[in-house]
């Protein structure tokens, strides 16, 4: 089992940057692909981003493109989520995920879920 904790959520006014960190421990090797998902109130979850820990390729929702940049520092174990051009949209609870997959599109794939951290874009 994978546990993943996150942290770097808060409160930005539209326009604004956050960058979430997702620390992995515990049986990493078992992991192939992280990933990024959100959930807002009253909405299912997403998915956000993806990335593979060996070949770095990343994979982006259509909502975030552009905005939103997935990276990872295979020394640290760590997945980070840089968030710039915040929209109030945006607001949610965002997840950080580990599969045995490659790359994490689907919920289905999910092998490890983090706790979840707070993101609020003010307008």
């Known amino acids: 089992q994978v546990q993943l904790v996150e942290s770097g959520g808060g409160l930005v006014q539209a326009g604004g940057s956050l960058r979430l960190s997702c620390a992995a421990s515990?049986?990493?090797?078992?992991?192939?692909?992280m990933g990024w998902f959100r959930q807002a109130p009253g909405k299912e979850r997403e998915f956000v981003a993806t990335?593979?820990?060996?070949?770095?390729?990343?994979y982006y929702a259509d909502s975030v493109k552009g905005r939103f940049t997935i990276s990872r520092d295979n020394a640290k174990n760590t997945v980070y989520l840089q968030m710039n051009s915040l929209k109030p949209e945006d607001t949610a609870v965002y997840y950080c995920?580990?599969?045995?997959?490659?790359?994490?599109?689907?919920?289905?794939?999910?092998?490890?879920w983090g706790q979840g951290t707070q993101v609020t874009v003010s307008s």
């Open positions: 995920a580990a599969s045995s997959a490659s790359v994490i599109l689907q919920i289905g794939v999910v092998n490890s």
């Open positions: 515990g049986r990493t090797f078992s992991s192939k692909g």
């Open positions: 990335i593979n820990w060996s070949s770095g390729t990343t």
